[in-house]
């Protein structure tokens, strides 16, 4: 049941476009592409049939598979086209296989979207993902490109280890400003707040020579359970302290913020990017996972580029690096990395007056009735 539900909503909302598309443009093809970092080509076609209200998605014309770990399992792209095709469906609808089924997909083996068994492929996970999406988006003109990119840090040592994704700018539509600070489309992860990580205590004797620390939050839950156990204060002390000492990542935050001016103008403007910087203390290795950082987050409709990512770092001798999109370095006390996330995409021209579409919500089908925790919430937001 839930299944026929999605396959009817997707099939509904194909044959809507071709329907728009056709008076449009009298073709019920589209087509669309975009390039990773290192030039590699992210194409699509997609074909409709309106009566039938069913695509062939075809990535012919895909870069090949790379040498490095941007690679991504076919089930990658699947998963970025169930995501999207649920974004455009105009209904509430759980997210399941059903989707899929008006759907037929050509990927062609050997390229970046199908590589061989034994191609690296985290990065497909966490950024090539992203650019499907860019292009999907991109052919049906849904909105313009987000980040794009989930911004992932690694660094540690023989002690410690520490790992985070950065958010950044969401792309705009019609008739919405994207969203400044965010995760957005294939990514599912938060970063830990300033707040909690910023925990800054005097480690030394001599407080002319005070160091500052963050304290993982996972210790200071272990640190908050002992409090409650420990019925001597002492022995509470004890803890706190010889788990303060064992683990504390050594690196002060220096800034994080917003990135102004890094979404793209227009009509509706793209969402902002964000500046984190992080002043290491100790000896540690840094990794750094990214893309947009070549190739800027693009607009629709006449809306400006979004900015371009980048990652910097400034040695303690005065030394200024790009780092570029994806590197490890080793860090000396003193060093400080900077990363500047990128914008998102505007939409239209400054003269562009078209909003979001307005639409009624309707039915599928009398055999699938709306339930459920959402259509009830709304039920009861009309009725008062």
């Not at 009566?51 to 690679?71: L, P, Q, Y």
């Not at 950044?168 to 992860?189: C, D, Y």
């Not at 220096?254 to 990017?273: H, I, K, M, N, V």
Request: aromatic fraction near 6%; charge should be neutral.
């Amino acid at each position: 049941m839930l299944q026929s539900n999605a396959e009817l909503a997707v099939r509904d909302m194909l044959r809507d476009f071709a329907r728009r598309r056709r008076q449009q443009t009298g073709s019920l093809e589209v087509e669309s592409e975009d390039f990773m970092d290192d030039g590699t080509a992210i194409r699509l076609r997609v074909q409709i049939n309106e009566e039938e209200g069913s695509a062939v998605f075809d990535f012919t014309g895909t870069g090949t598979e790379v040498w490095g770990n941007c690679n991504a399992p076919r089930a990658i792209t699947l998963s970025a086209l169930i995501y999207c095709l649920r974004c455009m469906v105009g209904e509430d609808i759980p997210l399941n296989q059903g989707c899929l089924a008006p759907v037929t997909i050509i990927i062609p083996p050997g390229s970046i979207l199908q590589p061989s068994q034994n191609a690296a492929v985290v990065g497909g996970n966490v950024l090539t993902s992203q650019r499907v999406v860019d292009v999907i988006f991109r052919a049906f003109e849904v909105c313009s490109a987000s980040q794009g990119c989930m911004n992932n840090i690694s660094f540690g040592n023989e002690s410690i280890g520490y790992y985070e994704t950065v958010a950044g700018g969401a792309g705009a539509g019609p008739g919405w400003k994207g969203r400044s600070g965010v995760h957005s489309h294939m990514t599912n992860t938060r970063i830990t707040d300033p707040e909690i990580l910023e925990k800054r205590s005097d480690m030394s004797s001599n407080s002319s020579d005070r160091k500052l620390y963050f304290l993982c939050p996972v210790m200071m839950m272990m640190m908050m359970m002992m409090m409650m156990m420990m019925m001597m204060m002492m022995m509470m002390m004890m803890m706190m302290i010889l788990i303060c000492m064992l683990f504390r990542y050594p690196v002060v935050l220096e800034q994080f913020s917003l990135r102004p001016g890094s979404g793209g103008a227009g009509t509706y403007c793209g969402g902002d990017g964000v500046v984190r910087k992080l002043l290491f203390r100790n000896k540690v290795v840094l990794s750094v996972l990214t893309e947009r950082r070549s190739t800027r987050p693009y607009g629709l409709h006449g809306g400006e580029d979004g900015a371009s990512g980048l990652n910097l770092l400034h040695r303690a001798d005065g030394r200024v690096l790009n780092l570029g999109a994806k590197t490890s370095v080793d860090l000396q006390p003193g060093d400080m990395f900077c990363l500047y996330t990128p914008g998102g995409g505007g939409y239209g021209g400054e003269e562009d007056t078209t909003s979001r579409p307005q639409t009624k919500q309707r039915r599928l089908n009398e055999s699938f009735p709306e339930r459920g925790s959402v259509f009830e919430y709304r039920m009861a937001q009309e009725g008062v």
